[in-house]
Each structure stands twice: as C-alpha cells, then as structure tokens.
C-alpha cells in the first residue's frame, strides 16, 4: 500500500444507492399521508453523516422525534453537544437497541408530542384515536433491532449488515400506537468525502464493494488524532512503536503496520497482512473495543 499521507480516498467509488432504494423513496412519500408523527433514527457516532437530507425534507411538515441511537458506542460528552444542538428542530432521545437503553421512552414522548392532537381529535367525539409512526434512517442504524425492543417482540428481521430489511410492516406497539417500519434509504450523491467515510467506517457501506485497507486507513488517521489514548491502550502501543510511527514518512501506515505485527496477521516471509489489519481495526472500532468513540461533533 504505497502512498503519502495527504492522498484522498476519492479514487474509491463509495457512492452506493442501489435500484430498490430510489423505489423505498416514492413509497415513503405514499406512506407519510397516512402517519402522525415521524421518527428520525440517527446513527449517535455519526448524527450528521447518517442524516439523509430527502427525509428531513420529506418530513418538514410532520411531528418529528429525533432518535440517536446505538448511544452506549459513542462518546457520552458529546452525546449531549448533540441532543442540545437537535433540540432546537425536534425532541431527542438517546437510545441504544442493543442493550434497551432509552427504549422506555419513546412511547411517552410519542404520547407527548400528540397530546394536543388527541385532545382536539376527542372534543369532536373521536376517543382512542390510533397514532401512526413511522421510523425512518438509513441503512444500518438499527431500526429493526429498535423495533424489536420497543415491541417486545422478534418480528422483525435483524441482522449487523446494511439492507436486511426489505418491506413496509405495521407493528402494534401499545394500545394506541402503531409503527410502520421501513427499509434504510440512502441518497443518491454523498454531499463530500467525509459523509461518505464515516458511512464507510460504521458499516452503512457494503463493505465488499469497498477497498478495506483504504477505508482502515482513513479510520486510523481520525482515530489516531481524535482518539490517540485508545488507540495506544488497545493497541499496547509502547514508547519504541511511537517512535516509529512519529519517525516515518507515512506514520499512519507504520501505526498500520505495528497494528498487523501485534496482532499476527501475517503472511508467507513475515510481510504483514495489510486486508487482515484493515479488518481488525475496522472490528475493533465497530464494536466498541476501541471505546466509545464520536466521529463527528456539532
């Protein structure tokens, strides 16, 4: 992997819309005739990346709850930079589907948000109305994983990669709401780069159709700034390796390849094996082991 440290990763194509997505989109506008209020689930390491702008304006006349979830994997100060920032267009909840952090609450700021609806609704004689919700993110933020918990039930398929879950489907979840689930949406051009690496470093992006050691690289250089003692701790980097990666000509990939020594990906010769540690550091990152880590601030 020859390069300098100033190289971009646009010569990757990380652009991924594909057909059944521009199709979700024409559905969704059906379907929001028929909604009360409008879940906005964002990704909480990436609020912004994981915003799809066709959404918010899809939705700009609709109640709005905004959603940061995957919460117990991000960075817990600035979480709430983010809450107090999306504060201002909508109510926000922290949540995390994994563990059911947060999951409580929905119904009741659901309930919240409608009360004056209702009360109107039961002055013209119309008594337990059914409040319609719909969940809407991109691929990969956990909406069916959420579904399930605030449902109670494993209706839903779940599954870690992007686009498991296919069609719309109407789910009960208390005696007068029901949430309609619908497939991740993407758009069609990434506004610049860094959106488009941080879908790549969370796992939004397929990764088979991405250069792995690429997108590992671009990671570890964020990481390496941002997060610099988690990456020394987890990584057991000693005073001798610091040396290395401050001395070299493209410190990031010596990090890279320090990375790949400790942790034995190798190859016939000792060389070490550059797809191997793109992949450890990409696991590392996306399931916590290297701290709860923020990719983006407001």
């Not at 489907?169 to 860094?194: A, C, M």
């Not at 959106?195 to 690289?217: P, Q, R, S």
């Not at 003692?229 to 010596?254: C, P, T």
Request: proline residues 3%; aromatic residues 4%; hydrophobic residues 35%.
């Amino acid at each position: 992997m020859q390069r300098n440290n100033e190289e971009k990763l646009s010569k990757i194509n990380i652009n991924w819309y594909p057909g059944h997505m521009a199709k979700t989109r024409k559905q969704i506008e059906e379907d929001l005739k028929l909604i009360d209020v409008v879940i906005e689930l964002l990704d909480s390491r990436i609020p912004s990346a994981s915003r799809n702008p066709d959404i918010r304006k899809l939705t700009q006349n609709k109640k709005r709850i905004i959603i940061l979830n995957k919460c117990d994997l991000s960075d817990e100060q600035i979480n709430k930079k983010w809450v107090e920032k999306l504060s201002k267009e909508a109510p926000v909840l922290l949540t995390d589907a994994n563990t059911g952090k947060g999951i409580d609450k929905i119904s009741k700021k659901i309930e919240d948000l409608m009360k004056e609806e209702i009360a109107k609704q039961a002055a013209r004689g119309r008594i337990n109305k059914t409040i319609r919700v719909m969940i809407l993110g991109i691929p990969n933020v956990g909406k069916s994983s959420l579904i399930n918990r605030i449902a109670k039930k494993n209706k839903l398929e779940v599954g870690n990669k992007p686009g498991v879950t296919k069609s719309k489907q109407w789910i009960r979840i208390g005696k007068n709401q029901e949430l309609l689930d619908t497939p991740g949406v993407l758009w069609p051009k990434f506004e610049n780069e860094e959106i488009a690496l941080n879908l790549a470093f969370t796992g939004t992006i397929k990764d088979d159709i991405l250069e792995k050691t690429e997108v590992a690289y671009e990671l570890l250089k964020v990481l390496y700034e941002k997060y610099n003692s988690n990456v020394v701790e987890r990584y057991k980097l000693i005073e001798n390796d610091i040396e290395k990666i401050e001395n070299s000509s493209n410190s990031i990939y010596e990090l890279m390849q320090i990375i790949g020594r400790k942790r034995g990906a190798l190859v016939s010769g000792g060389n070490v094996d550059d797809e191997k540690t793109a992949r450890i550091i990409l696991e590392d990152f996306r399931s916590c082991k290297l701290g709860k880590i923020s990719l983006e601030e407001p």
